[in-house]
């Protein structure tokens, strides 16, 4: 399930980059690890049902920004606030997940999301029990990394 969702993950991923923000992304070797101790921004969405899970989307804050003045057509010297950057991320990380959730609709495992949350930080990581499934999916875009970290619940048989 985990490498079924992984690909969704990474379909979803292009097709938003590149429709809602003209920017392209350039999957990175599975292994690849983040590369920054910078501050950095992540956007959260659970999914409720069969599967079960989260999807996290890293961004340092410096490329979040960019990220966020794409998406709202700002310029550098008009640029975003962290509330916008926020707002942005949460959104960003809905419209991911939201096109993985179709995705698993469309195959008869249907799911509810949760409402986006926002995590910043530096050097900090999100920890899950032992029986999770996680995968980390790291994308290359103008010499930064964007990471989606995908957390599965063990799927229960129906």
Do not use: W
């Not at 195959?107 to 499934?133: D, E, Q, Y």
Request: with cysteine.
């Amino acid at each position: 399930m985990i490498d079924d969702l992984d690909e969704l993950v990474r379909i979803a991923v292009r097709e938003v980059f590149e429709t809602m923000l003209s920017l392209e992304l350039e999957p990175q070797p599975d292994g690849t690890s983040l590369q920054s101790s910078a501050p950095h921004v992540a956007g959260a969405v659970g999914f409720i049902g069969r599967p079960s899970g989260v999807v996290y989307v890293y961004a340092t804050s410096h490329f979040a920004r960019d990220i966020t003045n794409a998406f709202l057509g700002l310029t550098e010297t008009n640029s975003a606030s962290d509330e916008m950057i926020n707002d942005a991320m949460g959104e960003l990380t809905n419209m991911i997940v939201g096109h993985i959730k179709s995705r698993l609709d469309d195959r008869g495992m249907s799911c509810a999301l949760t409402i986006p949350s926002i995590v910043r930080g530096t050097n900090f990581t999100i920890g899950a029990v032992s029986s999770t499934t996680r995968r980390l999916c790291v994308f290359q875009c103008r010499g930064n990394q964007l990471a989606i970290e995908i957390l599965l619940k063990p799927v229960n048989p129906a």
